[in-house]
């Protein structure tokens, strides 16, 4: 018997279609000589360090730097009984076909499963980044040796260890020095984490310090042949301008307007060509997640969560978590049943998706870019739903996905550009216009504000000036030299923080690191030296949120005070994403061979141990962001509301009785008036006033002693007053 282990069920049922169809069992598909089963991602995981010893559960700075070497692995708790299932169906096969993703995490995926199992069989390698049955049915006919792929399974293996180990190691040493010195809480260090952290911290101190400097634009109008249009001056050799190559002088610029004021212009030169924009590419998860939070204010995490809903409780969807945005052209064909999905899902999308034209096969589809990455982008499925049986995030996010689709079979959107340059006064001026002539794809699209895709320079103008001929004379009716005020790059929101995060080698100051970066994405269509990946990088940036590094200002992502002194302790590594790009070039050595992954770890924990020692003998030089509970003096704790992307602060002397909780505002407790102590109502224990304080539940109140923590004597309350004769040490529970 051969036994495929595919990377997940719809890939295991794909293969089971591609092999002419199986009878599905528990935990596999049986197929006569083959058998199909299926993983849920990474089956196993790395052993925690509690794992090797328990004392390592508690932190102690005298255990630092923990390492394990050789690393050792144990099945993930949620995934045993589909692990047993492949284990035992091991032992019956004679042969082994590995399915992973073709991705370096895929290939660990499964690989990592046959080293747990100890399995000495021989296996293939069949690559698929598409579930079309036709390539499906390619890629069963062209499977290769694993052996072939040992070396990327080595890197992502030597990634995984290495981040374990910088994670646990770098924050608990950062964490009980900042204890030490009084703060309260963990301070989490991690190899993508940290640099996010930075952007954001760099960003706000970039736009608070940011110096106001002046600029300045000469615009004319002018008038031709009974039109009436404005132009901007442009720049000649000689006049004074700034490092972005504005005018400078304001006098200079005033000059230009006054000279070209009121004169007589000629139409030096105008041209027109006719241009085409291809639609927008399809989704993938970070440009979906960049879309639902402009539009929406979607979390990160909340995005990929509806697109979870949506695809493995709807069937609505395909692969959900992929890095591409393009799809192979053997799904050209399955373009109008899949139409056909949409307008019988989504009735607002009906009438666009019965105009669409399956014919059309926009740039999207190019089998060159999907064997580059491995998934395609994100569409519909062929499957439908009743759309009221859907919640409000999952319509938007199917709705977003859908339109994306459509429009790839919509005509692409054309208009005339129109070039236009004019002098007055020796002064030259140009102006370009653009007139759609079909609207095309942008049909779809209409009122959809911010959208990078729909949005032409600022400078251009709508007014038709195609009439326009070389040689023709008109005037300058008025010219204006405006001042411009310099603006930093605006504060982070969470779209702008997505987008930068597959970009960030622009922030590399180290020229060849940046170039590694770079490299690192090659090939990867809307990623370009970035750092996490579309799997992750939500599930990090809510880390910084639950930690109180990052908050929520408005529309903006923030640094709080105590994301910024924890930045400021970090070394310079550990907060720009040099060490992404080092680990790159790392990596690239294991798989080639020329290092195994046991160097590569190694080396880290040798600078892993030279951090953690500095640390030791330093400390490290946070202030202590303290927030002193009002009522007990013990420190307040940043909390997460229930199923909320909200917070608040509550007492981490509840135990004792105290429950004070404070609203939170930019990741600070907002304080709270001062309870007034009676002058009437005495505690019955030490003789102190009482203060009636809000219970837990709305509408409730309770009576504590003003002498807590010394008294801890609480009483009900009854009409506005307390109840002398049901008392309670510790405080109720109300």
């Known amino acids: 018997m051969q036994l495929f282990i595919a990377e997940k069920p719809d890939l295991a049922k794909a293969i089971v279609d591609g092999l002419g169809g199986g009878s599905r069992k528990d935990g596999y598909y049986d197929c006569g000589d083959s058998y199909v089963t299926w993983c849920y991602g990474h089956m196993l995981q790395l052993l925690d360090p509690e794992d090797y010893d328990p004392r390592f559960g508690k932190w102690n700075m005298d255990d630092l730097p923990i390492s394990h070497i050789p690393w050792k692995k144990k099945p993930s708790n949620d995934k045993k009984d589909q692990l047993k299932i492949i284990t035992s169906l091991l032992k019956q096969a004679k042969s082994v076909v590995h399915a992973g993703d073709p991705d370096d995490e895929g290939q660990l995926l499964v690989d990592e499963i046959l080293e747990y199992a100890a399995c000495s069989l021989p296996v293939k390698r069949l690559l698929i980044n598409d579930n079309n049955i036709s390539v499906v049915k390619r890629s069963l006919a062209s499977m290769r040796d694993n052996r072939e792929f040992a070396g990327l399974s080595a890197a992502a293996e030597a990634r995984s260890v290495g981040d374990q180990l910088y994670g ?436 880290l924990m040798e600078y892993i141990g030279t951090e953690v020692a500095n640390v030791k003998q330093n400390g490290i030089g946070i202030k202590v962001a303290f927030n002193p509970c009002p009522d007990c003096g013990k420190p307040l704790r940043r909390i997460k509301k229930k199923d909320k992307n909200e917070y608040f602060w509550g007492c981490t002397g509840f135990s004792d009785g105290c429950r004070h909780a404070a609203e939170d505002k930019d990741g600070r407790p907002v304080p709270k008036q001062a309870s007034l102590v009676s002058d009437v109502h005495k505690c019955m224990s030490c003789g102190k006033g009482l203060s009636r304080r809000p219970g837990r539940k709305k509408g409730a109140f309770w009576w504590g002693c003003s002498g807590f923590p010394t008294c801890k004597q609480t009483y009900q309350d009854v009409k506005g007053k307390p109840d002398f004769n049901i008392s309670k040490q510790g405080g109720l529970d109300e």
């Open 168 to 603: 646990y190691n770098m924050s608990r040493a950062y964490t009980l020095a900042a204890n030490k010195a009084g703060f309260q809480g963990v301070l989490s260090v991690g190899r993508v984490q940290t640099p996010i952290l930075g952007l954001v911290v760099r960003r706000d101190r970039e736009f608070e310090t940011h110096t106001k400097s002046y600029y300045y634009n000469v615009t004319g109008q002018f008038a031709f042949g009974g039109l009436s249009f404005p132009a901007r001056y442009q720049i000649v050799v000689g006049d004074p301008v700034d490092e972005k190559g504005r005018l400078s002088d304001q006098n200079h610029a005033q000059g230009i307007a006054d000279e070209a004021k009121g004169v007589p212009a000629t139409l030096v030169s105008a041209t027109t060509k006719k241009k085409d924009q291809h639609p927008p590419l399809p989704y993938n998860l970070l440009k979906l997640q960049t879309d639902a939070s402009r539009k929406f204010g979607f979390r990160p995490d909340q995005t990929k969560g509806i697109t979870q809903s949506l695809r493995e409780k709807h069937k609505l969807i395909t692969y959900n978590r992929s890095d591409c945005e393009y799809l192979s052209e053997d799904q050209h064909g399955d373009a109008p049943n899949v139409l056909a999905a949409i307008a019988k899902t989504a009735p607002t999308l009906t009438l666009v998706a019965q105009k669409a034209d399956p014919s059309i096969k926009s740039r999207a589809f190019n089998s060159s870019k999907v064997s580059a990455s491995a998934h395609h982008g994100i569409i519909p499925t062929e499957a439908t739903a009743d759309f009221s049986n859907l919640t409000d995030g999952e319509q938007k996010i199917y709705m977003l996905i859908a339109r994306a689709y459509i429009a790839q079979f919509w005509p692409k959107h054309q208009y005339d550009q129109t070039d236009i340059v004019l002098e007055a006064a020796t002064h030259r001026f140009g102006v370009r216009s653009n007139v759609t002539t079909l609207a095309g794809w942008k049909s779809l699209y209409r009122n959809d504000i911010g959208n990078e895709d729909l949005e032409g320079d600022e400078n251009d103008i709508a007014q038709d000036l195609r009439v326009l001929k070389a040689g023709e004379g008109g005037d300058c009716t008025d010219a204006v030299a405006s001042k411009m005020e310099t603006k930093p790059r605006p504060l982070y929101t969470m779209a702008t923080l997505l987008t930068d995060l597959t970009r960030v080698a622009q922030y590399v100051r180290d020229d060849r690191l940046r170039k590694l970066l770079i490299e690192k994405d090659k090939g990867k269509e809307g990623e370009h030296g970035g750092i996490g990946t579309p799997a992750t990088r939500d599930t990090i940036i809510a880390t910084l949120f639950d930690r109180g590094y990052l908050t929520e200002k408005g529309n903006n992502i923030i640094s709080t005070p105590t994301g910024r002194e924890f930045y400021d302790t970090l070394p310079d590594k550990a907060k720009y994403p040099d060490m992404t790009a080092l680990w790159h070039e790392q990596q690239r050595a294991i798989q080639s061979g020329d290092i195994n992954a046991l160097t590569f770890v190694t080396e």
